[in-house]
């Protein structure tokens, strides 16, 4: 790939422009606001000059609702040899296109899986798609040169190519993404009404299982809007779950031993099948999560404390694949929690214990 | 408090055992099995032989379901001046107790809010409730020589005393531990049959809130069994949200404009009503989460490079607040976020850029 034609300078269009910009590529940078173009074009990626001929590829950065009619427009302008959108669902602007009776053949869906919580040309960087998956969507109609243009884009992006049908990825996207963001919403939505007292409870599992409720409102609105189908499909199986447990937690309470005993076999299947979902969740390098040991040690709040303990860490030559660090209600005490290969954690807490370090086990 | 006798020598008994005998009380260690008796007075959590006389405090440290009659036993025997229980739930076994028509003024219910993965003596630790919550719950009844006795327990424990009333305390753990378990399980749960491509796509944010669903199910049916009412109750107001989120999803698949605005008015409404849940949820120190800026730095998978990254910062005399390490899908690369304070973190980007470090904003 010689020449692009980078289409929305927002955080994604702009992150792709410099990735490519700084490996030689040359790219031209394009948005309905020539502001945001021209800002994209003094952090250094690419010329908001249009191109004097058609580029080798077009990529489409602009919001999902305006997807479709500007890959329409750029092929009618005939403005590449291949095309590619980067919007966050892929099912419904395929349709869309389809709908517009285009020739798709040039065409290619993709969805980059990495974002942050600023968005715009100055929130971009080069590295934004380091190492994370970068779905594209091809069909049979799609033009093999097209698809080697997209896996030159994420190679050049240093991503990680991931070939989804365009409905699997919407599907995928749901379940990983969309609906724990939404239970997660609803289970700190639970803590609006609670007493002061109760909130004080709160222990690292909860702020776990919260920690994304704290993200935007309006943008998750967005995301959401533009994939409800699915989205709701996994929902409605949460919920017939919850109902599930809510009921055993009922039979819990009854006088009655077969009862309680249902009540309690209910329970302890949706935390068994938990388990097994929870097992398929890649952890480090895509793999299944290991299961590591965890080195718990006291820390107190002086800035410096966590360098000694990597310092010591390094010294034990142990390599640390987590970390947690967990701070105690109404305390300076804090507690780092180190995960381990099982074989280094004795190790691990004989040198740090050595060092003076207090290891909780 | 001089002298004390633990009833009950597993985790939470024989670590408030080595608390007081590492203080200089004079423990006394019964337990059913007396094997597990003499492992903590091995561990120099105090004594198995019995107490000559009455004790100051006896701490009922056995299951719930035996908490009730022990504390019963240990009462008409006149064992000492207080009694008081650890027991996870506290709604019940004080009704039980009231039903055996005992004098109640010497008796204080109490929850140390810690716990670990293993259990029984051996996993023991004297700071296991250093800077956790530790509840008491007593009556009008209840002696102020007794509620004294306690406080000097949970200060020796080193724990923060905090009081409630026994059901709410089991309404709160309801909605700060219980329940979020729950929740955790069923989202996890929806992973089981998933496509290997689509579980490939999970994040950070899935896997935080799916984190405790790896959690033992013996263990968490024993807990929840002993506290059905109040976890059913909080579940049936998330199982509304979730049915009332459903709905709103499936109106903005609708060709109607007023349904579609109905559907996005839902959405955004418990997406904020999360984002406002989770802003009580309390950071470090017991605090409402500060709001951190977070420094995101790419690092190799060689040991070493932690501690390089912790003496930089270090060396930059930045404070880090908490730390989360996000490896990425099918690469070696990872990136390790640091969060610190706002006023920190352009200086603390410099700093680590200075160094070497690559960054991403």
Chains 1, 2 share one sequence.
Not at 179 to 190: E, G, K
Not at 255 to 282: C, M, N
Not at 294 to 302: E, F, Y
């Amino acid at each position: 790939m010689r020449t692009a034609l980078v289409i929305g300078t927002g955080l994604i269009g702009t992150s792709a422009a410099l990735a490519l910009a700084g490996r030689g590529v040359t790219v031209h940078l394009r948005d309905h606001d020539p502001e945001r173009a021209r800002t994209a074009a003094a952090l250094g990626a690419g010329t908001d000059a249009p191109p004097e001929g058609p580029v080798d590829l077009v990529v489409i950065a602009v919001p999902p609702a305006h997807t479709a009619t500007t890959l329409a427009e750029a092929m009618h302008a005939g403005l590449a040899r291949g095309y590619l959108d980067v919007a966050s669902v892929k099912g419904r602007p395929r349709r869309e296109l389809e709908g517009l009776s285009l020739d798709l053949s040039a065409y290619i869906g993709s969805h980059p899986m990495s974002g942050k919580e600023r968005s715009g040309p100055l929130a971009a960087t080069a590295d934004l798609f380091e190492g994370r998956p970068w779905v594209l969507t091809p069909t049979r109609d799609t033009d093999t040169e097209v698809l080697n243009l997209a896996l030159e884009l994420v190679a050049l992006c240093r991503a990680v190519p991931v070939v989804m049908d365009a409905d699997a990825h919407d599907r995928a996207v749901a379940l990983v993404s969309h609906t724990p963001q939404l239970v997660s919403s609803m289970v700190a939505a639970q803590l609006r009404e609670a007493d002061e007292t109760a909130v004080r409870l709160c222990g690292q599992g909860i702020r776990d299982v919260t920690r994304i409720a704290a993200s935007d409102p309006r943008m998750w609105l967005e995301i959401l809007s533009a994939n409800p189908g699915p989205v709701a499909d996994v929902l409605a199986g949460v919920a017939a779950d919850l109902d599930e447990t809510v009921r055993a937690l009922r039979s819990l309470q009854s006088s009655d031993d077969d009862k309680r005993r249902e009540g309690a076999d209910g329970i302890e299947d949706v935390l068994r099948r938990g388990t097994e979902g929870r097992a398929r969740v890649p952890g480090k390098h895509g793999a299944a999560p290991a299961v590591y040991e965890v080195v718990a040690v006291l820390i107190s709040d002086k800035p410096g404390e966590l360098a000694r303990i990597f310092a010591d860490t390094d010294r034990a030559g142990v390599n640390i694949e987590d970390v947690r660090i967990e701070h105690a209600t109404g305390q300076q005490a804090g507690l780092v929690q180190l995960m381990v290969e099982p074989a280094a954690a004795l190790g691990l807490t004989a040198a740090l214990r050595e060092r003076g370090w207090s290891i909780r086990q």
